[in-house]
């Protein structure tokens, strides 16, 4: 894609290199951080969390029945 526009735009093939090296690099960091994640996942720390906050159910209020 990078390589398209650089062509539709008349940059220099040196340019299109270096555009590409760095696409490549930056897709090549993604997948690294995607497979860190799936091999390693963040554990969350729910007890925690539920301590601290108690959630009350909130009552409706009832609405008169219709009479029709």
């Known amino acids: 894609?990078?390589?398209l526009i650089s062509i539709l735009i008349n940059?220099?093939?040196f340019v299109q290199i270096i555009l590409l090296l760095?696409?490549?690099a930056v897709s090549v960091y993604?997948?690294?951080l995607l497979v860190k994640m799936v091999i390693?996942?963040?554990?969350?720390e729910s007890i925690g969390?539920?301590?601290e906050?108690?959630?009350?159910?909130?009552k409706k209020k009832?609405?008169?029945?219709?009479t029709l």
């Open 1 to 3: 894609m990078i390589i």
């Open 40 to 44: 390693h996942p963040v554990k969350k």
């Open 30 to 32: 993604g997948v690294s």
């Open 49 to 51: 969390l539920t301590d």
């Open 62 to 66: 009832k609405r008169p029945s219709s």
């Open 11 to 13: 940059l220099p093939f």
């Open 53 to 58: 906050k108690t959630i009350t159910p909130t």
């Open 22 to 24: 760095g696409g490549l």
